[in-house]
Nanobody
């Protein structure tokens, strides 16, 4: 059973950076398509970025329009971890951030929560001066 744990959240000033980590246990993460989602208070959970499984044909990534050019998703298969590097943070990036995995073999990127079956507990990101 795949288990995911997020870390790296915290309080940062506008314009600052954070790197979130999604560490896995119970299975090898490189066979899973991973998504980063966030949920601000009173709002629905939304996709931030996704990365297809390492055995997919294109190894693609995707980003929400609101984070393009500022956030970067990446894998370190040796560490069984997926990262989300967040630069030029804005107050509107404040949210709880979650990583999630699709079922093994579902290689395509998906940008809605219903396609993800494994979820971490989340890490809080606050952007404020």
């Amino acid at each position: 059973q795949l288990q995911l744990v997020e870390s790296g959240g915290g309080l940062v000033q506008p314009g600052g950076s954070l790197r979130l980590s999604c560490s896995a246990s119970g299975s090898t993460l490189d066979y899973y398509t991973i998504g980063w989602f966030r949920q601000a208070p009173g709002k629905e959970r939304e996709v931030v970025s996704c990365i297809s499984s390492s055995d997919s044909s294109d190894g693609s990534t995707s980003y929400a329009d609101s984070v393009k050019g500022r956030f970067t998703i990446s894998r370190d298969n040796a560490k069984n971890t997926v990262y989300l590097l967040m630069n030029s943070l804005k107050p509107e990036d404040t949210a709880d951030y979650y990583c999630a995995a699709r079922s093994i073999g579902s290689r395509a990127i998906a940008t809605t929560t219903r396609y993800y079956i494994y979820w971490g507990q989340g890490t809080q990101v606050s952007v404020s001066s």
